[in-house]
């Protein structure tokens, strides 16, 4: 891969600080942003919907994911109906089951029923994903998010589980599969080269972009030279 202008997947920025969010809203090979409590946290918000219809309004034009973070169904809903009223290219992000592992997917299939576009997240599992397909209804374009690079973490192997999610999920109209939880740039490559339909990456990933294709012999002298000029910086002797 050496132009990413080639590659067919979309392309989305995972992440909740606003200076990376905006620096990638003007990159045209981003074409939408994610985000969840968890990275809202790490990147110090402190008013979850200030923080959300305030990136709304600055990217209009980018679908972006927000989550519901509360756990029983009936308040999962009211946020869910809350959220998706602050703009046409917000999405709601549902995780697959609350944490008592209650399936959530019935809550999905009355939202989509409702015209909520809906990311369900948190998926590890070709059950799940079988399971939300076979059970989430009609309705207007939805995410199935599933979280290729935890599976690396564990030592599994990506690739199959996420070539037949996506056999999967393109018997659903309107549903499209997300790798998540992207561990390294090459991921991007692989993911696209599987036909996934989207990949979310944090943000210094998409900085990466631009060097895909380098000359690494170049790249290898330049690692030499860092390394030497660290050394010498450090005044190591023997």
């Not at 008592?100 to 990311?119: C, D, F, M, Q, Y």
């Not at 018997?171 to 490559?189: F, K, P």
């Amino acid at each position: 891969m050496s132009d990413p202008n080639n590659l067919k997947i979309k392309i989305f920025l995972d992440g909740a600080n606003e200076e990376d969010m905006l620096s990638a809203y003007g990159n045209p090979l981003v074409k939408g942003f994610t985000t969840n409590p968890s990275l809202m946290r790490k990147a110090g918000v402190e008013d979850y919907e200030v923080f959300a219809r305030g990136m709304v309004a600055k990217m209009p034009d980018r679908s972006i994911s927000f989550e519901v973070f509360a756990d029983d169904p009936a308040e999962m809903e009211r946020q869910a109906m809350k959220i998706t009223t602050w703009g046409e290219n917000v999405y709601v992000k549902i995780p697959i089951t609350n944490t008592k592992a209650e399936s959530t997917v019935p809550l999905v299939k009355k939202l989509r029923g409702e015209g909520v576009k809906i990311n369900i997240t948190a998926m590890m599992t070709v059950d799940q994903v079988r399971g939300l397909i076979d059970g989430m209804g009609d309705g207007p374009s939805s995410y199935v998010s599933v979280f290729a690079g935890r599976l690396g973490d564990r030592g599994w192997d990506p690739i199959p589980m996420m070539t037949e999610c996506l056999e999967i999920t393109n018997q659903r109209d309107g549903a499209e599969l997300l790798w998540a939880s992207t561990r390294q740039a090459y991921n991007i490559v692989e993911a696209d080269r599987m036909g996934c339909h989207i990949i979310t990456v944090p943000g210094a990933m998409i900085k990466q972009l631009s060097h895909f294709g380098a000359d690494m012999t170049a790249h290898s002298l330049d690692t030499v030279q860092a390394f030497y000029d660290d050394a010498t910086a450090s005044g190591f002797d023997l």
